[in-house]
């Protein structure tokens, strides 16, 4: 089992920055965030794989998110600048054993993120 607990949510103007956190327990080969909006399908916005430290972006957020680990204290983080109200979705942490699949094993409660 692996227990997540997301922080760091809230609210931004357009061009602001947030900063998402995520507690993990432990840290399997794989970490990621996921967003959904109402009436959306749920995205895998990043990854990263814990033991190289490799990630992946969807396009929306290339050149602004940057997903990152501290392995050490088994943490997770999504720093969003350049944000935009299209941004705006609960973000989940996520783990799993494999980055490339869209069925992972853990999630976070989430947390709310509202740009206008």
């Known amino acids: 089992q692996v227990q997540l607990v997301e922080s760091g949510g809230g609210s931004a103007q357009a061009g602001g920055s947030l900063r998402l956190s995520c507690a993990a327990s432990?840290?399997?080969?794989?970490m990621g965030w996921f967003r959904q909006a109402p009436g959306q399908e749920r995205e895998k916005v990043a990854t990263i794989t814990t033991s190289s430290g490799e990630t992946t972006y969807i396009d929306s957020v290339k050149g602004r998110f940057t997903i990152s680990q501290d392995n050490s204290n088994k943490m997770l983080y999504l720093q969003m600048n350049s944000l935009e109200p299209g941004d705006t979705a609960m973000y989940y942490c996520?783990?799993?054993?494999?980055?490339?699949?869209?069925?992972?094993?853990?999630w976070g409660q989430g947390t709310q993120v509202t740009v206008s």
């Open positions: 996520a783990a799993n054993m494999w980055c490339a699949t869209n069925w992972w094993a853990y």
């Open positions: 432990r840290f399997p080969s794989c």
